[in-house]
């Protein structure tokens, strides 16, 4: 064990630091779930993109060829540490486009749907939503029905998507559509790029518990979407959204972000009262906040064993769905124990003039669902560490 | 960056695992739990000639120099198979002596401790708390090159099977560690029926016993900073063991829920066991990280240890005393028979979750380091 950077890594960590110094925006937003605050000021997010660009950290992990800054496993650990550290805005200003689309990309696109996409994803001059889950295929997404059929030198597209973050202000969808009916549920689906422009394509967004609305229902009418925009070989859509590139694992910058979350609770809990003492010397407070800070802290170095078997080329499986599970248990528990800190405030909607925090913990209860739900709820999870991991039967 | 074991740690973890499981299966401890006899002397030498009992003593007294991590790791494996034998419990006293016994009394003590010859063990406790400078009531008075020990002092681990009893007692201001033959007039030992025979602990009573003073180690009254230490120390050792007692009970569990069968189906495919083996998994796995971290930090990092030792003690507790428990639960009836071996894990679970501190004493101290530093 050693827990110490090789000088190169120290050196970028330096260098990091001092982009920090010289180019960090000022910012409003305190969570990461405020992602409408954090895109409040796009000129100053838009400089922040081309300054990160110009360094090659949009795009970190990818390899150099297609523009990305080839970063290495302990280099993209530090440089999203450090960012999230000082609570810096997203590496990239198309979020989805470099979660999902680049990747792609470069593992099944064509030269020339390479050279048109991934240049203003690295930009941050595109925002790209993804059409992957379905009214019938949230968790078992493979069940997808949304249908494509073959003209000429087109698909048409059928079919509804569903929980699309971010549709209403993109530009292009990386959408998953069935080609093959007959083929077995995983192959006969095909994933194309489709600009949100086309005709037929209708967004509708849905309205959340908290107010907001991140998400839309996406309507597909006779959609006409050419050949050459599709990404990788029909049947091939299963394969083509799996990440594969050596991406670091170690969730570290949710683990900074979570920890910043905990530092505000403290900081809440020696405001508020409770029976007339700061209720940061509650007997029952200070357990719960020591019992997250220590899952936290959990987190995080379960995240440096995820990481360390990449730095020696170990097959890194389905354990980081431990990671997820107990950030998916702290999101949920810190909306609940700032509430009781906040005792009668905690009744106040963000929107009242008494609300605590301008109703940032009100917020905080509201609207986790995006970061537990998204991506593999809690129980699918469970499914995959039980079975993957543990061995257990497959209970469908 | 590396958090992860090398070579050599593996391979003791792998010769570890062997001896464990030719020596001492869970058949052999279920046996043995049910009538607790004298410690197998012949399986601790074999072990001590492997380099365990001596396995952090320095090689200039016989040991082989390693760390805590290489500690941890044997712990761990002890853990899983509840081996009861000394083996924190002496390396505690090992870890005392080279901290503050001079020259002559590493020499006198660790080369013996390092072969198997000596069994040793740290007696600080007296009552529920976790043991403090306050907590120690026993008093140490001088009788001219001598000094008479009385008082009593309880839980201490492993302390029927000790030849060598390290007795903190109160003395002057402060507290200092005396060097006690077991076998020394006026002390008395008496095993304690524990809830887990696996765990063993004792009361000692000291009744005017003598020693030579040259039998403290380090200064008159001045040996608290370093028992605190020590008590860090421990909490980690224990935690690292009850780490891999979680790890065995999970894996019991998992096994039987992939082999019983109810409905026309394995139980493990229905997912109220399931996801409790997963969430069993999270904990363990979480305990684990913690525990690694707390053990590296002993020899690297003296000022994380406090927190880390509590981190890794609460949230060990926490997976070991769930696991013990949904272990009986996944086995259903036969879970509770005193022939499957599930009662073993949660006997373990249930005893060590308060022992050296329940999980609220423990994140008390996390927040505690949190707003004070």
């Known amino acids: 064990m050693d827990f110490t950077f090789s000088a190169e890594d120290e050196a970028f960590r330096a260098e990091v630091r001092a982009f920090i110094r010289d180019h960090l925006p000022k910012r409003s937003g305190q969570d990461q779930m405020d992602v409408e605050e954090g895109m409040s000021d796009l000129p100053a997010l838009y400089k922040w993109n081309q300054d990160l660009h110009a360094k090659g950290w949009v795009g970190f992990h990818w390899p150099r060829e297609v523009g990305g800054g080839g970063g290495t496993i302990s280099e993209q650990m530090i440089l999203k540490e450090e960012m999230a550290r000082v609570k810096a805005p997203m590496l990239g200003l198309s979020y989805m486009g470099l979660a999902w689309v680049g990747p792609a990309l470069i ?79 995983h192959l006969g689906i095909t994933c194309l790029l489709v600009p949100m422009s086309t005709p037929g394509l209708t967004v509708k967004p849905i309205k959340e518990m908290n107010g907001g609305a991140m998400f839309a229902e996406v309507f597909f009418e006779d959609v006409r979407v050419a050949v050459a925009n599709r990404l990788g070989a029909e049947g091939q859509g299963w394969d083509v959204t799996k990440d594969a590139l050596a991406n670091e694992r170690s969730s570290i910058a949710d683990v900074w972000a979570l920890k910043h979350r905990l530092e505000a609770i403290r900081d809440l809990a020696a405001r508020r009262t409770r029976r007339g003492r700061p209720a940061i010397e509650d007997p029952g407070i200070r357990q719960r906040i020591a019992r997250m800070e220590t899952q936290v802290e959990a987190m995080r170095l379960n995240g440096l064993r995820f990481v360390t078997k990449q730095l020696r080329g170990e097959p890194l499986g389905a354990e980081t769905s431990i990671n997820k599970l107990i950030r998916a248990r702290i999101e949920i528990e810190s909306g609940r124990l700032a509430r009781d800190i906040e005792g009668s405030f905690g009744i106040l909607a963000k929107t009242s003039p008494h609300a605590v925090d301008k109703g940032r913990w009100q917020k905080v209860m509201l609207s986790w669902p995006p970061f537990v739900i998204g991506g593999g709820t809690p129980n699918i999870q469970k499914n995959v560490i039980a079975e993957r991991i543990l061995g257990l039967p497959h209970d469908v | 960056m590396d958090f992860g074991f090398t070579p050599e740690q593996d391979a003791l973890r792998a010769q570890a695992r ?54 941890i790791v044997l712990l761990e494996e002890m853990g899983k198979s509840l081996c009861p034998l000394p083996l924190a419990a002496t390396d505690l006293a090992a870890a005392a002596l080279g901290a503050l016994g001079d020259g002559a009394q590493q020499a006198a003590w660790l080369p013996k401790i390092a072969r198997g010859d000596v069994v040793a063990t740290v007696a600080i406790a007296e009552g529920s708390d976790v043991p403090t400078a306050d907590g120690v009531a026993a008093r140490a008075g001088a009788r001219g090159t001598d000094v008479t020990l009385d008082g009593t002092k309880l839980f201490v681990p492993d302390g029927q099977h000790a030849d ?148 890794a003690k609460a949230a060990a507790s926490e997976a070991l005393d769930t696991a013990g428990e949904e272990c009986v639960q996944i086995h259903g009836a036969i879970g509770y028979t005193w022939e499957c071996h599930a009662h073993l894990f949660y006997k373990r679970g249930r005893q060590s979750h308060v022992w050296l501190g329940a999980p609220d004493e423990h994140y008390e101290r996390v927040m505690t380091v949190l707003q004070h530093g």
């Not at chain 2, 000639?49 to 200039?60: D, H, I, M």
């Not at chain 2, 016989?62 to 991590?69: S, T």
Request: glycine fraction near 8%.
């Open chain 1, 107 to 185: 593992k099944y696109g064509t030269q020339e749907q390479k050279d048109r996409h991934i240049g203003p994803i690295l930009r941050g001059e595109v925002q790209w939503c993804t059409g992957y889950s379905e009214p019938g295929a949230g968790s078992d997404l493979a069940a997808l029905q949304c249908r494509a059929v073959r003209d000429g030198d087109d698909y048409v597209v059928n079919g509804q998507k569903i929980w699309t973050s971010l549709a209403m202000w993109a530009q292009w969808m990386i959408l998953l559509v069935r080609t093959d009916p007959r083929a077995p549920k």
């Open chain 2, 18 to 71: 062997r001896l464990l499981d030719q020596e001492l299966p869970l058949e052999r401890i279920l046996a043995w739990s049910a009538a607790p006899s004298a410690l197998d002397r012949a399986l601790w030498k074999k072990t001590a000639a492997l380099g365990w009992a001596g396995l952090t003593v320095a090689e200039a007294h016989g040991g082989l120099g390693l760390g805590a991590v290489d500690l």
């Open chain 2, 164 to 311: 060598l009893l390290l007795i903190a007692a109160r003395e002057g201001a402060g507290v200092s560690l005396f060097a006690v033959p077991a076998d020394t007039p006026g002390v008395t030992v008496r095993p304690l029926v524990v809830v887990d025979a696996t765990k063993p602990a004792a009361e000692i009573a000291l009744a005017g016993a003598v020693v030579p003073a040259r039998n403290r180690l380090g200064a008159v009254g001045g040996a608290w900073p370093t028992l605190a230490r020590l008590v860090d120390r421990q909490t980690i050792t224990h935690a690292a063991e009850m780490v891999g007692s979680a790890d065995a009970a999970l894996r019991l569990a998992v096994e039987y829920a992939k082999v019983r069968r109810q409905f026309g189906s394995p139980i493990g495919r229905f997912q109220g066991v399931k996801h409790r083996c997963a969430e069993m998994l999270c904990d363990v796995e979480s305990a684990r990280s913690l525990v690694y971290y707390a053990a590296w930090a002993v020899d690297h990092a003296p000022d994380d240890v406090p927190s880390y030792a509590s981190m």
